[in-house]
């Protein structure tokens, strides 16, 4: 079992940045890939990134690509989203998630709360 607890979110202007965090507790956090997801009002969720348990291999969505970063730190059991540039359409609420594989994920965090204003 993992759990997981999000924050950092907060109300920005556009082209500030920001960044959450996620800190798991539970099973050894190095083991699984981490993800970050979004999901903005009347929308469904969509995936942002992801991160390998060593941290080596990362993986982003068109979409934030060359604005985002996610990164993680084992020794605090902890997966950052590092977000840059943000736009309006940033506007969602952010979860995290792990699993052990990229695109299966069995454990997910509450969410934090991004609203970029124009």
């Known amino acids: 079992q993992v759990q997981l607890v999000g924050s950092g979110g907060g109300l920005v202007q556009a082209g500030d940045s920001l960044r959450v965090s996620c800190a798991a507790s539970?099973?050894?956090?190095?083991?699984?890939?981490m993800a970050w997801f979004r999901q903005a009002p009347g929308k469904e969720r969509e995936f942002v990134a992801a991160?390998?348990?060593?941290?080596?291999?990362?993986q982003y969505a068109d979409s934030v690509k060359g604005r985002f970063t996610i990164s993680r730190d084992n020794a605090k059991n902890t997966v950052y989203l590092q977000m840059n540039n943000l736009k309006t359409e940033d506007t969602a609420v952010y979860s995290c998630?792990?699993?052990?594989?990229?695109?299966?994920?069995?454990?997910w965090g509450q969410g934090t709360q991004v609203t970029v204003s124009s």
């Open positions: 998630a792990a699993g052990w594989t990229m695109g299966s994920y069995d454990y």
């Open positions: 539970g099973r050894p956090f190095s083991t699984h890939v």
């Open positions: 991160i390998t348990g060593s941290g080596q291999i990362t």
